[in-house]
C-alpha cells in the first residue's frame, strides 16, 4: 500500500501547486453547497430555490477570495510534511478570514442565506482544508504507524532541541526510513519522560543495556552542544555496541536552524580526539593577509595546499603556489580557479633547493609574506636518505630565508614539527636546524622571522589514518609499530588555523606552540577506526606490530626542556622561548655540512649531531669509530653542485666573527 501510494505522488513542485489549487477548488465548492445541505438534516429537497441560487451565483467570488486567501497566507509554500500547530493556525485564521470575506460579499449583493450556513460552511471548509494539507503526516504516524516502518531500530542520544527536530524528521519525512526505539539522555529530570511518544529511559550508561533490548541498529548521537570530551566519551560507550554511529558535527547546526537527518553524518576519528577544536581570530588573519602578495612554498602538499585554500578566501592582492610536484599543484590550481575565480593566482614550478630559481620568484612577484611549508616529512624514507633531508630542509629553508631577507618580506613563517624537539630522527633532527636557521635570520634581518609547532596532521599524506583505511578497505591487517606509541594529532583545518594564527602574532623569532591536549594511542586509534569501519578489531581485522621503524619514538615532545612556554591572546597557542646558540658557530657547521651533504656521506649523522646535541639514532656510539673514513670520504675531490648558499655561508660567518670581536 505504501509502495502503491508513494509512485503516485507527484514528484515536481509546480505538479503538486497544481493539483494542490485543484483540490482546494474543489474543497471550497463542496463546503459552500455542505453549509446548505447539513443545514437542512441531509436533505436536498428541502432546500428553498433562492438559498441555492444566492449560493451558486455567489460560488465563484467565494472560490476566488478563498484561492488568494490562501496564497496570501502562504499556503501553497509550505513545507507540509513538517507541519505542526502553528501550520494548523495559519489553515484556521485563512479559513475564518474567508468566511468573513463570504459574509460581507453575500451582504452586499443582497444574497439571503440561514446564518447557521456561515458555521457550518466554516467548519467544512477548515476541517477539509486541514485534512488535505496534512494527509501525509497522518498517513504515516497513523495508517503506517510506527512498527511497520522500515529501516533501522534507531537508540537516539539527546532529549534536547536537536533530538526533537530529529525525532520529528524521522517520523514525518518521506526521505528518511527508520525508527527511534529509545532515547537517553544524561539530564536527570527527563529520564521517564516521553520526547514525540519515545521514552526516554536513562542515561549514557545504559545504552549498551538499551542496545540489547530493543536489537538496535543505529545509534543517533544529537548532541550539538556537547563538550568534545563529553562527545568522545559517550561515543566510546557507543562504539562498543557494535551499531551503526552518526552525530551532528556542532552547536552552529542548532544555532542556525540547520538540524536535520541531512546533517547526521557517520562519526569520524577526528571525533574521538577528546578536544576542542582549534578557533582563530579570523578578523586578525584577514588584517594582514586581505591585499598582500603571498607566497607558498610546497603548495601543493596537504598542509600547503589547505593553506592556500584559506588564505584565498581572505582576499590576498595575489596568492604565488610554489612547488615541485607538478600534478599537485596543476589540482590545486584547478580548485582555486574554480572556487575563487576573481584571485590572482600564480603557480609556479621549482624547487627550494635551486637558488637563482628562488631568487628569481621572490625579485619578480616581491612576496610580502612567505608560508614555508616546502620539506621531505617521510621519517622512514628520510632515514634512508639523510642527506637529501639535509639538502631540502636545510638548505632549501636557507635559501628561501636568504631571498626573503634580501627581497623585503615583511614575515616568514616555518612549518615545523614536535619531531623536532630531542630528535631520534634524521627528519626531525633537520627541521630543528630549519629553527635555527630562522632564528638565526631573525636575529640580522628586518624580516619577522617565526617557526609553527605541531603534531601529526589526520588526513594528510602518508600519515596513519589513510594507511589505516587502506588496510581495513584491504581486509587487513593494520599494521601499528608499537603497543605503546603515542602521537599528538590536529586535522589538516586546525594546523592551517595555527600557522595564520602565529603570522598575525608574529615579532620575529617566536617558535609557536599547539596546547594539543592528551596524546592518543595509534593502537587505540587503530581499533576506533575498525570499528567505526564496521568491524570487530582481532576478529574481522587482525592487528599486527611490526616494531619501531629506525628513528621513531614512542612519543613525541612539543617543546625542549630549555624552551618555557608564553601565552597568546589564543590560550590554545603558545610561544617557546629560543633556545640562545653561538651563531658563528652555527655558521661554520652548516658549511662543512653542506659539503658532506653533497658528497652524500656517511658522516652525515655525526655532522648533524654536532650541530644538534639533542639529536640521537642508532648506531651512534659507532660514530667515532667510522670518522676517520668519513673524513676521508670528505677530503676527497668530489665536485659540489654549483650554488651560491656555500659562498653566502662563509660570507655570513665571517661577518658573524668580525661583529663578536668587535663587541
Not at 205 to 212: A, G, N, T, Y
Not at 377 to 398: C, Q, W
Not at 458 to 479: M, N, W
Request: hydrophobic fraction near 40%; charged fraction near 25%.
Amino acid at each position: 500500500m505504501k509502495e502503491l501510494i508513494m509512485r503516485f505522488m507527484p514528484k515536481g513542485r509546480k505538479s503538486k501547486l497544481v493539483i494542490l489549487t485543484i483540490l482546494d477548488i474543489l474543497v471550497i465548492q463542496f463546503s459552500s453547497f455542505m453549509g446548505l445541505v447539513i443545514r437542512f438534516d441531509f436533505n436536498p429537497a428541502r432546500i428553498p430555490g433562492e438559498y441555492s441560487e444566492a449560493v451558486l451565483a455567489y460560488a465563484w467570488i467565494y472560490t476566488l477570495c478563498t484561492i488568494l486567501i490562501f496564497f496570501f497566507f502562504h499556503m501553497y509554500s509550505i513545507m507540509w510534511s513538517a507541519a505542526g500547530i502553528p501550520e494548523v493556525f495559519k489553515i484556521f485564521s485563512a479559513c475564518v478570514l474567508s468566511t468573513l470575506v463570504q459574509i460581507s460579499g453575500m451582504t452586499l449583493l443582497e444574497r439571503a442565506v440561514p446564518r447557521s450556513y456561515y458555521w457550518i460552511c466554516f467548519f467544512s471548509l477548515f476541517i477539509c482544508e486541514t485534512g488535505i494539507r496534512l494527509s501525509y503526516r497522518i498517513w504515516k504516524t497513523l495508517i503506517v504507524g510506527p512498527e511497520s516502518q522500515d529501516g533501522d531500530r534507531i537508540l537516539l542520544v539527546g532529549a534536547g532541541k536537536a533530538g526533537m527536530a530529529i525525532l520529528n524528521e524521522l517520523a514525518i519525512s518521506r526521505r528518511t526510513e527508520g525508527r527511534v526505539v529509545c532515547v537517553v539522555d544524561d539530564d536527570p529530570n527527563k529520564i521517564g519522560k516521553y520526547l514525540k511518544g519515545v521514552l526516554v529511559e536513562g542515561n549514557r550508561s545504559r545504552i549498551p543495556e538499551l542496545v540489547e533490548k530493543h536489537h538496535v541498529d543505529a545509534i543517533y548521537v544529537a548532541l550539538p552542544s556537547a563538550t568534545a570530551k563529553q562527545r568522545r566519551e559517550i561515543l566510546e560507550i557507543c562504539r562498543e555496541t557494535g551499531c551503526k554511529l552518526k552525530t551532528l558535527p556542532g552547536i552552529y547546526q542548532l544555532l542556525n536552524g540547520e538540524v536535520s537527518i541531512a546533517k547526521l553524518r557517520d562519526v569520524q576519528i577526528e571525533d574521538l580526539l577528546g578536544r576542542e577544536p582549534i578557533r582563530v581570530n579570523m578578523d586578525e588573519i584577514m588584517d594582514y593577509v586581505c591585499g598582500k602578495v603571498i607566497l607558498v612554498t610546497g603548495g601543493g602538499g596537504s598542509i600547503g595546499s589547505e593553506l592556500c585554500r584559506q588564505i584565498a578566501r581572505h582576499r590576498p592582492r595575489q596568492l604565488i603556489v610554489f612547488d615541485i610536484y607538478e600534478n599537485n599543484a596543476y589540482e590545486l590550481q584547478q580548485e582555486l580557479k574554480r572556487d575563487y575565480p576573481r584571485l590572482d593566482l600564480v603557480v609556479l614550478i621549482g624547487s627550494v633547493r635551486n637558488t637563482h630559481r628562488i631568487e628569481s620568484v621572490f625579485a619578480k612577484y616581491r612576496p610580502d609574506i612567505v608560508y614555508h611549508a616546502a620539506a621531505h616529512k617521510h621519517v622512514p624514507l628520510m632515514e634512508d636518505s639523510p642527506d637529501e633531508a639535509i639538502k631540502n630542509n636545510v638548505f632549501g629553508t636557507y635559501k628561501t630565508a636568504v631571498a626573503a631577507d634580501k627581497y623585503g618580506v615583511s614575515r616568514f613563517v616555518l612549518i615545523s614539527t614536535d619531531k623536532a624537539v630531542n630528535p631520534t630522527n634524521i627528519m626531525g633532527a633537520s627541521k630543528r636546524m630549519c629553527e635555527m636557521v630562522i632564528q638565526m635570520m631573525n636575529t640580522r634581518s628586518k624580516t619577522d622571522f617565526v617557526a609553527v609547532r605541531f603534531g601529526n596532521v589526520l588526513g594528510s599524506s602518508g600519515s596513519v589514518i589513510p594507511l589505516f583505511k587502506k588496510q581495513i578497505a584491504e581486509g587487513g591487517p593494520v599494521t601499528v609499530t608499537h603497543p605503546d606509541i603515542i602521537r599528538y594529532f590536529m586535522t589538516i583545518q586546525e594546523a592551517v588555523a595555527l600557522v595564520l594564527q602565529a603570522g598575525a602574532y608574529a615579532k620575529g623569532g617566536e617558535i609557536f606552540v599547539l596546547d594539543m591536549g592528551e596524546p592518543v594511542r595509534i593502537l587505540d586509534m587503530a581499533k576506533n577506526l575498525i570499528r567505526l569501519s564496521g568491524y570487530t578489531p582481532d576478529v574481522d581485522i587482525p592487528i599486527v606490530f611490526t616494531g619501531l621503524r629506525p628513528g621513531e619514538k614512542l612519543y613525541e615532545e612539543l617543546l625542549m626542556s630549555e624552551e618555557g612556554l608564553q601565552d597568546t591572546p589564543n590560550k590554545l597557542i603558545h610561544i617557546g622561548r629560543p633556545i640562545e646558540f653561538d651563531e658563528e658557530e652555527f655558521c661554520r657547521q652548516l658549511v662543512h655540512l653542506y659539503q658532506v651533504a653533497n658528497r652524500d656521506s656517511e658522516m652525515i649523522r655525526q655532522e648533524v649531531k654536532k650541530i644538534v646535541p639533542t639529536y640521537h639514532y642508532d648506531g651512534e656510539d659507532e660514530g667515532q669509530d667510522r670518522r676517520e673514513t668519513a673524513c676521508t670520504l670528505c677530503a676527497e675531490p668530489r665536485e659540489i653542485e654549483e650554488d651560491e648558499v656555500f659562498p653566502h655561508l662563509e660570507a655570513l660567518g665571517e661577518k658573524l666573527k668580525k661583529e663578536s670581536e668587535r663587541k
